[in-house]
Structures are given as C-alpha cells and as structure tokens.
C-alpha cells in the first residue's frame, strides 16, 4: 500500500525509506505480545505536536512505568511541548522532531531515533511521517492502532492507553508530576482564570471574562486572577478596561511556576488550551468553555471537571476561524451559565 509519495518511497538524503503498518487486532496480537513482554526493554512513543495534546498522551507512560520499572522510555515529540520536559517524570529521554521539511533537522532525527535503539515503537498519531519514522528505528516491533479505531471516535488519552491493554499491562489515567514542583510555598489563589489558546475560534469573548471577573469580585470578595503563556499577552490590553481589581499574570510565569500555582489553586475557568489539560491532570476543579472542538476527544478527563459547551451548530466545527461573525460559538456560552457553575464549585469546596 502506498504510504508516501507515488512510488511508496520518500528520500531523505541518501536514505530511502519504505515505512510499515502492523494491523494490530486484540485476538491476534494481544496473546503474542503478553508472551514477549519481558523483550519489552526500550519503548519509544512517537506522541503529538502540542503541549496540551502531549499531556494527555503521558498516562501511557505512567502505565509502562508502573508495570515495568525498569524498561527505558522515549517520547518523540514536536518543539511546541518542549516545555513539558520540566514537568513529568517517568520519560528518560525527549526527542524533539523540528521542521519536516529541513534536511538537517530529519537527519538529527534520525540519529537521535536510532540512538535510542527502541525494540518497539508505538505511533500514537499515525501518518506517513512517523511511519517512517518508526521503520528508520529498525525495532523489532511497530504498534499502531488505526486499524482497531478506524471509525471509533476515542478520546486521545483513551486512544493512548489502548496501547497499555494491547501491551497487557493496566492503563493508569495519571501522569507524574515532578515532586519538586509542589515544594514552592505561596499564598493560595481561589481561582484562576485562562482566556488564552491558539486558534480564534476557541476564544471566549473577552467582554465575558471581564463580566464574569467584576462579578467574582463584589460577590464573592475574590481577586480575579488572569494567567497563561507568553502568546496570550496582546489579552493584558483588554484586561485594562475592567472595573474592578484583579492580578494578571499572563505571560510572566514559567510551566514550572504555573503548575505550582495550579497546585495553589482551587478552581480554573478556561477554554480550550494546554493549562485546562494540566489542571485536569493535577485533579483541580476545572471548568471548561468549549466552543468549535469537540471536549469527547480532547476535553478533561477527571471527574473534577466540568464542560460547558459546544452548542448547536457548532458542534465538532473544527475550524480555526469562525465562518459568521466573530466568536460566534463561543458567544452561547454565557457569563451566567459560567459564574453559576464556579460558584457553585466554591460554595462546595467548603462542604
């Protein structure tokens, strides 16, 4: 079956890879592989591209560490979640995949894939690039999974752990945090606020944010508290306009820092983004706003969290940019709806 480019092949310098599909069935497979677990030594997973994405990806990780300790474990991942590496624990080695279409940096992929000299390879996003990735490893074994999930909608963190039972090991929902993160002593922060992400579509309108603030802060005495990365700073001009005091510390705290102060806070508002995954994965009270992505494939995992959102036709929309008027989708969601679920997390926390 032709995976690549007309011939079946893509060159990469002087190599010319054929990449593989293994049609992993449970009845099949699944016998074999209990019987070679102990060959599972050197396991490297060919993960997502983004922070968040990467995060939901890691129980696998925890379930390979816990069943066997001693295995070694690599994550090939794409240069947006570098900052990841800081968090977790139980990844020995991170391999950063850099533009696809750079010669040098293919070649350095390679080197640093063959190096690692993995005995299996599991695709948890399958494409012709990581298959042929997997095959310039030369492991004894591929996993790939798009055969037994071909028109069974997974959530990624589920589609993730299927591995764990193909490998017959238990599938563990949690990722490992570094214990030197919860070490930093500060004040506690009620809660805290992400209205940033990447794509547009996935914004809740800011006036909304800053409805919601005013009334977080006569009603319940609480300083709104606005956090998130370095990309979301073009939101601090916004934040000017509001009529009441509040913190922004958007863009001017490390990952590190702000899983500490995740693990400081009691209640998260937020869209769609990396933090909603890392508050999740701390088992913090996370409230969600989604709007054009689907929260069944990449919404919070944990029965902490709650999704509001998306509604009617905008339902699994995907797109980046709303094709009617600006914020369309996210514009359902209203300051009400959200305000009536984060009080109703802060009233229940004193119970």
């Given at each position: 079956m032709n995976y690549l480019n007309g011939t079946g092949f893509r060159p990469w310098?002087?190599?010319?890879?054929?990449?593989?599909?293994?049609?992993?069935?449970?009845?099949?497979?699944?016998?074999?592989?209990?019987?070679?677990?102990?060959?599972?030594?050197?396991?490297?997973?060919?993960?997502?591209?983004?922070?968040?994405?990467?995060?939901?990806?890691?129980?696998?990780?925890?379930?390979?560490?816990?069943?066997?300790?001693?295995?070694?474990?690599?994550?090939?991942?794409?240069?947006?979640?570098?900052?990841?590496t800081g968090l977790t624990e139980g990844v020995d080695f991170w391999i950063f995949r850099g533009?696809?279409?750079?010669?040098f940096s293919k070649n350095?992929?390679?080197?640093?894939?063959?190096?690692?000299?993995?005995?299996?390879?599991?695709?948890?996003?399958?494409?012709?690039?990581?298959?042929?990735?997997?095959?310039?490893?030369?492991?004894?074994?591929?996993?790939?999974?798009?055969?037994?999930?071909?028109?069974i909608k997974q959530h990624v963190t589920e589609k993730s752990l299927s591995f764990a039972k193909v490998l017959g090991i238990p599938p563990i929902k949690e990722v490992l945090f570094k214990k030197e993160l919860f070490a930093v002593e500060g004040e506690a922060i009620p809660v805290l606020?992400?209205?940033?992400?990447?794509?547009?579509s996935k914004m809740w309108p800011i006036d909304h944010w800053l409805q919601l603030?005013?009334?977080?802060?006569?009603?319940?005495?609480?300083?709104p508290v606005f956090a998130g990365s370095r990309s979301d700073m073009p939101l601090s001009k916004?934040?000017?306009?509001?009529?009441?005091?509040?913190k922004d510390l958007i863009g001017k705290t490390s990952l590190k820092e702000l899983t500490a102060l995740l693990e400081r806070t009691e209640a998260v508002v937020t869209v769609d983004n990396g933090a909603m995954h890392l508050a999740d994965f701390l088992h913090k009270k996370v409230i969600a706003l989604f709007g054009s992505t689907d929260?069944?494939?990449v919404g919070p995992v944990h029965k902490e969290a709650e999704t509001i959102g998306p509604r009617g036709?905008?339902?699994?929309?995907?797109?980046?940019?709303?094709?009617?008027?600006?914020?369309?989708?996210?514009?359902?969601?209203?300051?009400?709806?959200?305000?009536n679920t984060l009080f109703q997390a802060l009233e229940n926390r004193c119970h």
């Open positions: 310098g002087k190599w010319h890879i054929k990449p593989i599909r293994i049609n992993l069935h449970w009845k099949r497979w699944g016998n074999l592989l209990r019987r070679s677990m102990n060959h599972f030594s050197r396991i490297l997973v060919i993960s997502m591209n983004y922070f968040g994405d990467i995060l939901m990806t890691l129980p696998l990780c925890t379930s390979i560490k816990k069943a066997w300790p001693h295995a070694r474990v690599a994550y090939c991942i794409g240069n947006k979640g570098a900052g990841i533009k696809k279409d750079s010669f350095r992929l390679i080197r640093e894939i063959r190096s690692f000299a993995p005995d299996t390879v599991i695709l948890i996003r399958q494409s012709p690039y990581t298959e042929a990735l997997a095959t310039a490893a030369s492991p004894k074994r591929i996993l790939g999974h798009s055969d037994i999930s071909e028109g606020f992400f209205p940033g992400t990447t794509r547009p603030g005013e009334r977080l802060w006569k009603e319940k005495g609480i300083l916004s934040l000017k306009r509001a009529k009441f005091p509040y929260p069944f494939l036709e905008c339902i699994k929309c995907g797109k980046k940019r709303c094709m009617r008027r600006r914020f369309y989708c996210m514009a359902q969601l209203t300051v009400d709806e959200v305000q």
